[in-house]
């Protein structure tokens, strides 16, 4: 590790609160434990669960760094033991499990892929998150098909547009709702047959009338939410025979109370998860069947993450304002190098 520095430039939590507590800190440089690889960072994307941290609302698992950060793209810069799949001077692509926001981040091997062809870094870096978390919860846990009807909520965000464009891809019909008309245009625009204000209109009744013709019959067969609350019992209501709703985040609560007829009714699975707690080799299934799937899809330009804006490192705190200002269409990224 000669040409590693000993320390680094990185953002850290001073303490839980608003965004000026990211605040640029200098850290010993990590080092590669077995099975990983160090990687010089060039940029790293943003995420709520960033923002939830920064609160403490959502600590960093036992061993990871505290630091905030869950993707990132840069250059292999050193290899832990017995690590043979890459070699220094490799451009990869790496879902973390923190420390992404520094100049420097270790990744297990299995969680790393290589930057797809065509793909600027800050691009790359907006990638592992986004599709590591729409695969594994559209396409395997709601086994969405092609000919398939699915509804993404926050069809705007960073998972939104991931969704919306990965659906359309794998030839699904595609529905969704943001806040703004806006917002609307630009996920119509990825692949959407129709994106629902839902400040202005009732998305289940919109969502009924457009499929009243389906030979299946009216309502969606996948539903990907991440508002929860009233939602719930709401996309009970929509889903129809035999629909799949995956729960991946509840913006507004996690309490609610809901009708279980149409559950039961309609043979309906409501299932959900999280990501970051996973062990390297469930990341890395997930990752190879990114990789097999999406990748094809991304270096031929027929899938591509959407960036809304990138900030330097130092300004972290400007990059989580704009993320809760909740105004982005896509995602936010740090650059780094």
């Known amino acids: 590790m000669t040409s590693v520095p000993a320390t680094m430039t990185c953002v850290e939590i001073s303490t839980p609160g608003a965004p000026e507590v990211l605040k640029p800190a200098t850290r010993p440089t990590p080092k590669p434990e077995a099975g990983e690889v160090l990687i010089k960072v060039a940029a790293a994307g943003v995420n709520r669960p960033d923002v939830l941290q920064r609160y403490g609302k959502y600590p960093a698992p036992p061993g990871a ?24 001077g490799d451009t990869v692509c790496a879902l973390v499990s923190g420390g992404g926001y520094a100049e420097y ?6 969680q790393c892929l290589p930057v797809p062809k065509g793909l600027s870094m800050v691009e790359a870096a907006a990638v592992p998150e986004t599709f590591f978390t729409v695969w594994t919860n559209v396409f395997d ?8 009807i699915f509804l993404c909520h926050g069809g705007a965000s960073g998972i939104g547009t991931t969704a919306v464009q ?3 891809a794998f030839g699904s019909r595609v529905f969704a ?41 009216e309502g969606t067969d ?47 699975t409501l299932t959900g998860s999280t990501l970051r707690a996973r062990s390297v080799a469930e990341k890395g299934a997930v990752a190879a069947a990114v990789k097999q799937h999406c990748w094809p899809l991304l270096e031929a330009g027929k899938v591509k ?33």
Request: aromatic share 4%; glycine share 10%.
């Open 222 to 268: 996948v539903i990907l939410d991440m508002v929860g609350g009233e939602y719930v019992g709401r996309n009970l209501q929509l889903a129809r025979l035999e629909g799949r709703i995956v729960q991946i985040a509840f913006l507004k609560g996690a309490k609610t109370e809901v009708n279980l007829d149409p559950l039961m009714r309609k043979r309906l």
């Open 141 to 148: 846990r709601g086994r969405l098909k092609a000919g398939e």
């Open 65 to 88: 760094s505290d630091l905030p950060g869950l993707e990132i793209a840069g250059t292999v810069a050193a290899l832990g033991e017995g690590v043979s799949q890459y070699k220094v």
């Open 177 to 217: 709702t943001a806040g703004t008309d806006e917002k609307c245009a630009a996920v119509t625009r990825l692949g959407a047959e129709r994106c629902i204000n839902y400040k202005t209109e009732d998305y289940v009744a919109v969502v009924k009338e457009l499929t009243k013709g389906d030979a299946k019959g």
């Open 105 to 110: 981040c270790t990744a297990p091997v299995p």
């Open 305 to 337: 993450p959407v960036i809304h804006a990138t900030f330097p490192l130092a300004q972290a705190s400007e990059a989580h304002r704009t993320m809760e200002a909740d105004t982005h269409i896509g995602k936010l990224v740090l650059s780094v190098a």
């Open 166 to 168: 990965l659906a359309k």
